[in-house]
């Protein structure tokens, strides 16, 4: 039983970190336009091939797992957490066409997400639905060789600034709560509007309500068959949650090192400020935590790679890394003082940001749900 990364996967992380740190965050420090998300930036994370690990090389993809995808979501959220969470509509809009597109789609629309050139959204929450997807009014009606979509969908991350829209509806046939249909949809075309959503952080993921009004798209931009897109989705988003799980823990091990760091600088009654218990010992806390949840992570990484069944523990990842974000980011911000509490650092900005991590991609409360059926059983589950 091995408990460490490989030489192999010791050494890419090195070369992520570097590029991180030498490409990615200085860059971010100088941007004129700090409440843009900077595609060039995102160009230069596809350039250096981080988007497109474990995608087949026919569409630009290169060799890579479950672990190595961890590597760059983690790094990413260390140096840009921006950054990281495009990583999951990148990925994951990229993971669903290769499953349940058409080669024709493949063809079109992966090489560009892979590249950094493009970037995607996901369509699923609207108004009156968030976790129960039976309340999805999104409508689609076949008329010939095209299908009219209609309906809004709500707080679409990076709806504004994204080229294709994975959006799931419903269709004159589906009569099962969960019968969902999937179409991937240019966000350009006649008949979609956009409308910016004013929120407490996340505040250059461009999110937004997207508007569709008779909405005329092609039949072959249906992905898979009419009520398909829930298996669909059901192997994309155990996925995504460990890349926002992985970003998420990268930022609290970016955070704790600056509570680290500043506690070693800062003086108070003659002594540094890491010589008094009362912040020693919460660092020693969240360093603690650190460790296990970097452990959870990556053995769940490991066990996806093996095709173990890892439901709870995709769970426990993704609720437990943005609690213990939170709370170091809290913690840190107490050991900064007034400093820690002004504009001047970041982590007002950082701890607005996660919170939007706790709600994206299930809440806390539907992923704690999803581990109790695990042990308890789905007799005792709450929801059909």
Sequence with gaps: MGFGFTEEQEQFRGKVKDFVDRQLKPRVKESVEPDIFSKDLWRRVGAFGLLGLGLPEAYGGRPGDNIVRGIVAEELGRGDFLLA????????????????GSEMQREAWIPGLVGGDLLGSVGMTEPDCGSDLSLIRASAKKEGDHYVLNGEKSFVSWGLVADVHWIFVKTEKETKPRALTSFLIPLDLPGITKSPFSQMGLNKAGHCAIFLD??????DNRMGE?????????????????????????????????????????????????????????????????EATR??????????????????????????????ALRIIRNTMLIHGHKGYSNEYPFGERLRDI????????????????ICEEFLGKELRPFC
């Design 226 to 290: 009419e009520g398909g897109a829930f298996p669909l989705a059901a192997k994309v988003f155990p996925q995504t949650r460990m890349l926002l799980s992985l970003s998420a823990l990268g930022l609290a091990q970016a955070t704790f090192d600056e509570a680290v760091a500043f506690s070693k600088q800062r003086t108070a009654f003659g002594k540094h400020l890491g010589s008094f218990e009362g912040i020693s010992f919460k660092m020693a806390e969240d360093a603690t935590f650190l």
């Design 214 to 219: 008779d909405v005329r798209v092609p039949k």
């Design 295 to 324: 452990w959870l992570c990556y053995r769940t990484l490991w066990l996806m790679d093996q095709g173990e069944r890892c439901v709870k523990e995709i769970a426990m990842c993704k609720w437990w890394s943005t609690e213990l």
């Design 355 to 370: 919170i939007g991590y706790e709600i994206a991609e299930s809440t806390p409360q539907i992923l704690k749900l999803s």
């Design 85 to 100: 969470f495009a990583l999951v509509p990148s990925y994951g809009t990229s993971l669903a066409i290769l499953h349940g």
